[in-house]
């Protein structure tokens, strides 16, 4: 059974970098099945799709954060990771990592790793 | 803004039925039938109910459905329980430049 397992720094300060990695159990990240992906929220606020890998290196993001986002796949450590530059307190949010299927929607998730942007 | 309209709150006493809408535009939801919903219960991770705009993942009670209709896609929960309560967030397959957005997010209140 897929598990995705987030981890990272809890507190980033503004204008650094925000890096998180997901590690992957129970199947492998060169599946053919799966848009590895992150997901955010902020406090009380919705959901936020930032972006999704591929196995074949494809990146997809959201067209708000596009230009900071990089999200990236060490199949060495079935691991993907998270890449967030130049970040401000609209970034304090809770990120998951999911396991996207282009037809059958996200149905493996992380349990979220809360990330604070404060100098 | 988010991308997908919801309503903010919707509301029932158990044994009922609501819907929640999902209203998304002709090159989101209305171009696709890859509409999914999830269900986020406080400080938990978001849940897969609804993918493809109506089927249900193995394990999701069948008082759960959707549909679509257009631009706008629905999540009714039939015999509603306690259990239920919870935020509901509809997404959308948005074509490849956009991928995938979400609604705001519907918080169920069983009276």
């Known amino acids: 059974q897929l598990q995705l397992q987030e981890s990272g720094p809890g507190l980033v300060k503004p204008s650094e970098t925000l890096s998180l990695t997901c590690t992957v159990s129970g199947g492998s990240i060169s599946s053919s099945s799966y848009y590895w992906g992150w997901i955010r929220q902020p406090p009380g606020k919705g959901l936020e799709w930032i972006g999704s890998?591929?196995?074949?290196?494809?990146?997809y993001y959201n067209p708000s954060l596009k230009s900071r986002v990089t999200i990236s796949v060490d199949t060495s450590k079935n691991q993907f990771s998270l890449k967030l530059s130049s970040v401000t307190a609209a970034d304090t949010a809770v990120y998951y990592c999911?396991?996207?299927?282009?037809?059958?929607?996200?149905?493996?998730w992380g349990k979220g790793t809360t990330v604070t942007v404060s100098s | 803004q988010s991308a997908l309209t919801q309503p903010a709150s919707v509301s029932g006493s158990p044994g009922q039925s609501i819907t929640i809408s999902c209203t998304g535009t002709s090159s989101d939801v209305g171009s696709y039938n890859l509409v999914s919903w999830y269900q986020q219960h406080p400080g938990k991770a978001p849940k897969l109910m609804i993918y493809e705009g109506s089927k249900r993942p193995s394990g999701v009670s069948n008082r759960f459905s959707g549909s679509k209709s257009g631009n706008t896609a629905s999540l009714t929960i039939s015999g509603l329980q306690a259990e239920d309560e919870a935020d509901y967030y509809c997404c959308s397959y948005a074509g490849s430049s956009t991928f995938w957005v979400f609604g705001g997010g519907t918080k169920l209140t069983v009276l």
């Open positions: 890998i591929y196995y074949s290196g494809s990146t």
């Open positions: 999911a396991s996207p299927r282009f037809l059958e929607g996200m149905d493996v």
